[in-house]
């Protein structure tokens, strides 16, 4: 008696690596990648290649995320040392014998040039999750001490480089594993009292503040004039604040409704800087108007609320602060980018996710779905 043994078809035997993937996730990804590539093609019109070198990273971040939600989250937890130091220690070299651009030191040659910094901005909320999985139970006042002082060594490599940008993703992404991890609020309300009330000092004296012969001591000069020319942009309206202004203008030049795709004139004639990266969002409100900020706007608030959701239902305090802090990523690349073309923020150099040209950033966004892909898809294989 001979048995027959049925070979399953391709289709069910690919059937487990899809399994569990958050559809809600990846729907609010899929708009905002399809508002990109509309809005990339075109601010990009006069060259083509980034368009489809956009479309190449959106894909290359689509893999990424796909290997990585393959991996468990308690499986993550190994990295996380490994990564932190490996991290720390490239952005000492760089300090000692990194690759100058444009006044910054921030890259290293590794065989390929790498700007270390961007390994952190996954990498700190992985070392701050797993340390507070260590402590979860008992944790204390000193806990929080070395989380801070984990954060701060990072931190001040990446601003003597200077990258203020970098610095402020890494710096919100790590205050986020620690709130989340507990902190009280006793803790937190005296240091963003002393913020609002420095804030209110600078607006106040802004005129003293911002002359030539006042030294602010703890900014690089380049990073006082971007607080300055924030306040004022007409003090230099063809030079420092150039940026500002022409995003506002091509902002406010969209009205309710846009001008329509393709047809923005800022844009087009090339008034808007940086108009296919930092300051692609001025190019995006020209044509689509309000009503498409609004719709993007919802877009990433579906994003955020869906990886906060993933967060609260994480199986583990590990799972739980890193889907939270990688949730926040998101939310720190959109508000900053939005804020700094808007007039409301300094100008820092960060992008706007999906939407903006740049392929390690995009990488970094492609890492942190695959973490958050991760652990919803632990969570409903449990379920199962």
């Not at 990585?68 to 070299?93: C, D, I, K, N, S």
């Not at 706007?297 to 239902?313: E, K, M």
């Amino acid at each position: 008696m001979s048995a027959v043994f049925n070979q399953p078809s391709l289709a069910r035997r690919l059937l487990p690596v899809f399994k569990g993937f958050d559809g809600i996730l990846i729907l609010a990804v899929a708009l905002l990648c399809c508002a990109g590539l509309l809005t990339m093609y075109s601010s990009g019109y006069d060259n083509g290649a980034r368009f489809i070198d956009h479309g190449r990273n959106m894909v290359l971040a689509v893999f990424i995320m796909f290997v990585v939600a393959q991996v468990p989250p308690q499986r993550l937890m190994y990295f996380a040392v490994p990564l932190y130091t490996v991290g720390v220690g490239l952005l000492v070299a760089v300090a000692l014998f990194g690759i100058t651009k444009k006044g910054a030191q921030r890259w290293i040659n590794v065989g390929v040039v790498i700007q270390p910094s961007e390994i952190l901005k996954i990498a700190m909320p992985l070392m701050l999750a797993w340390w507070f999985q260590r402590r979860e139970g008992q944790l204390r006042a000193l806990d929080f001490i070395v989380a801070t002082v984990l954060l701060a060594i990072p931190i001040g490599l990446i601003m003597k480089q200077p990258d203020l940008g970098t610095a402020l993703l890494v710096l919100a992404t790590g205050l986020s594993v620690i709130f989340f991890a507990g902190l009280s609020w006793k803790l937190i309300v005296p240091p963003v009292l002393v913020g609002l009330i420095a804030v209110s000092l600078v607006v106040g004296f802004e005129s003293k503040l911002c002359s030539d012969g006042f030294d602010w001591k703890v900014l690089h000069e380049y990073q006082k004039q971007r607080i300055c020319t924030l306040l004022d942009p007409s003090k230099d309206p063809l030079g420092k604040g150039f940026h500002i202004i022409q995003g506002m203008i091509a902002i406010g030049a969209g009205g309710v409704g846009g001008k329509g795709w393709m047809q923005g004139t800022q844009t087009h004639l090339e008034f808007v800087p940086e108009r296919t990266t930092d300051f692609i969002f001025a190019a995006y409100s020209e044509e689509f108007g309000l009503a498409g900020n609004l719709a993007l706007i919802a877009s990433f608030i579906f994003l955020i609320f869906r990886g906060l959701a993933i967060a609260l239902d994480a199986p583990t305090l590990f799972a739980r602060l890193l889907a939270g802090a990688v949730t926040m990523i998101f939310f720190t690349y959109a508000f900053v980018n939005m804020g700094m073309v808007s007039g409301i923020l300094p100008v820092v150099g960060v992008p706007l996710p999906f939407i903006s040209y740049g392929g390690t950033a995009m990488v970094t966004l492609g890492l942190g779905l695959g973490i958050l892909m991760s652990i919803s898809r632990a969570k409903r294989l449990m379920q199962t």
